[in-house]
């Protein structure tokens, strides 16, 4: 079971975390994905991490801004959100599979949370 917190209104500009817990299972070897779905829209990748943090994925609008990252001890994974826009407002997911490939896919990840909402006001 993945569950997300950190979710809530956010000033264009600042920064905010978001934390994704693991429980039920050890996830230290599976590949940890965020994604996001905006109102009217399809559901996107934002970024992605290894198993060890040793490798990191990014989505072109957030590269630069995002930071993924996970704490294995604590079967958790982060997204740093720096500099957010009005246009990163979207409910966000985290996801988890044990392939390192195709990590832009949703449709590749086995297990999900049930999101958060991130709202970015300017």
């Known amino acids: 079971q993945l569950v997300e917190s950190g979710g809530g209104l956010v000033q264009a500009g600042g920064s905010h975390r978001l934390s994704c817990a693991a429980s039920g299972r050890t996830f230290t070897n599976y590949v940890a994905g965020w994604f996001r779905q905006a109102p009217g829209k399809e559901r996107e990748f934002v970024a992605a991490i290894n198993w060890n943090g040793g490798i990191t994925w990014y989505a072109d609008s957030v590269k630069g801004r995002f930071t993924i990252s996970r704490d294995n001890a604590k079967n958790t994974v982060y997204l740093q959100m720096n500099s957010p826009k009005p246009e990163d407002t979207a409910v966000y997911y985290c996801?988890?599979?044990?392939?390192?490939?195709?990590?832009?896919?949703?449709?590749?990840?086995?297990?999900w949370g049930q999101g958060t909402q991130v709202t970015v006001s300017s």
């Open positions: 996801a988890a599979k044990r392939s390192a490939l195709e990590v832009r896919i949703g449709a590749k990840y086995d297990y």
